[in-house]
């Protein structure tokens, strides 16, 4: 379909004036330039387009597109040029572009996705101005291009370029070869409390007057499970971000650190149902992420004991499952705390809530107003909810950190790493 240029427009503009003197002349001279406009769209050179995209993003880090417009030899056209955008992908720079292409023409424009998973960038539409420059040729050029969008690999990329990879790798080394739970007998020491209790010595602790525990050469393989809420309580924004994406950033570094100490990692994400399961093994950080761009958070409230007892049933052997969600109070969280307490009989489960620091800053917000004062109670009574929750949690043998996303990763790490050097597992 052909579109009017401006130089068509000016040139009927300035034929209307021809009506003033005969009618019939003005209306052959309009039928003319159209006559003349539509064979100079059939004559516009036809553009051959393509996109190149990363295959792979970050949540949260900018894209590069390249459109690459191509000319018949010895050709030379006027081109316009944009293209279909996913839906939840915003374009950072033009919205269309116009070139002269002699050969070969390059577009390059930056986007950024607003959500993990995969997008697909749709139809190139391009115009060529005819030789005579009095009409656009128009096309649609069908295209499917599909840019995966993972969680957490940016932040991944700047623990490893920090080298805090490699120092956490060390000195988890070091604590697994001095303490740990396997078939070989190293040593006795004291208990502390956090100690396994099945690895108490009675016979010493009777000779030495205090209660002493057996240290074992560490099993270097042990079972990781990374288990994702989807639920509606990791919909909340926090910044930029749901509360998902957080965990899943958080997630994803553990997962790193743990696969230097040789430990097999797997996934496990739920909502109303079960939406992925990868069993603990050793693979790459990058399928783990894979599987999380496709995992997509539910307003529904978890179904708990469905996905704990899936769970429970799949594990063998004693697993330290991590379990990444949000507690909103004893009472709503009632079924969630159940689950963990039974699945904490044969498995060593940690809980990480993922609070949101502004509940924090309302709790300390001046009461100069009403509305402030209700905000500060509010936020008040549920870090205290919180806080209760999680105590109840702890009496039933389940480990808790309740921690800002911003703290997430460096807590988690630390508390694997100190169950690493218990031997816990």
């Known amino acids: 379909m052909p579109l009017p ?93 116009e070139r002269d292409v002699a050969g070969r023409a390059e577009i390059v424009y930056r986007f950024r996705p607003g959500s993990r998973g995969i997008h697909v960038f749709g139809d190139v539409h391009v115009r060529v101005l005819g030789p005579w420059r009095l009409a656009w040729r128009l096309r649609r050029l069908a295209r499917r291009d599909q840019v995966l969008v993972l969680p957490g690999l940016a932040a991944l990329r700047r623990l490893r370029a920090l080298g805090i990879r490699e120092r956490l790798r060390r000195a988890g080394l070091r604590n697994v070869r001095q303490r740990g739970e396997g078939r070989s007998f190293e040593s006795l020491r004291e208990y502390v409390p956090g100690d396994d209790p099945r690895t108490m010595d009675w016979k010493a602790s009777a000779h030495r007057g205090g209660l002493m525990v057996r240290q074992y050469e560490a099993e270097r393989s042990q079972n990781v499970v990374l288990a994702l809420d989807a639920g509606r309580m990791m919909l909340e924004r926090i910044g930029d971000l749901e509360r998902l994406d957080h965990a899943m950033s958080a997630a994803l570094q553990l997962a790193d650190v743990a696969s230097l100490q040789g430990d097999r990692v797997g996934l496990f994400a739920f909502a109303d149902e079960v939406l992925a399961y990868l069993p603990p093994r050793r693979a790459p950080v990058s399928e783990l992420a894979g599987a999380m761009a496709r995992i997509h958070g539910r307003m529904v409230e978890p179904n708990y004991p469905l996905a704990f007892s899936l769970l429970r049933r799949r594990l063998g052997r004693r697993t330290l499952v991590i379990v990444l969600t949000d507690l909103i109070d004893a009472t709503a969280s009632h079924a969630l705390l159940a689950q963990l307490a039974r699945s904490a009989r044969r498995h060593l489960v940690l809980t990480v809530a993922l609070r949101n620091p502004a509940l924090d800053a309302w709790a300390r917000h001046p009461l100069d107003t009403d509305a402030g004062a209700y905000r500060r109670a509010a936020a008040e009574e549920m870090l205290e909810a919180r806080a209760v929750a999680l105590a109840r949690m702890r009496r039933a043998g389940v480990e808790g950190l309740d921690v800002e996303p911003s703290r997430a990763v460096a807590e988690m790490v630390e508390r694997y790493l100190e169950i690493k050097y218990r031997g816990r597992l």
């Open 5 to 97: 240029s401006r130089r068509l427009l000016a040139l009927l503009a300035a034929a209307s004036l021809l009506f003033l003197w005969s009618a019939g002349v003005a209306l052959l001279l309009d039928l003319a330039l159209l006559a003349a406009a539509l064979l100079d769209a059939s004559r516009a050179t036809t553009l051959d387009v393509s996109r190149g995209l990363p295959t792979q993003l970050s949540l949260g880090e900018r894209g590069t597109a390249r459109l690459t417009l191509l000319a018949a030899a010895g050709r030379t056209a006027r081109a316009r040029v944009t293209d279909d955008l996913p839906p939840g992908v915003t374009r950072l720079d033009e919205d269309a572009w």
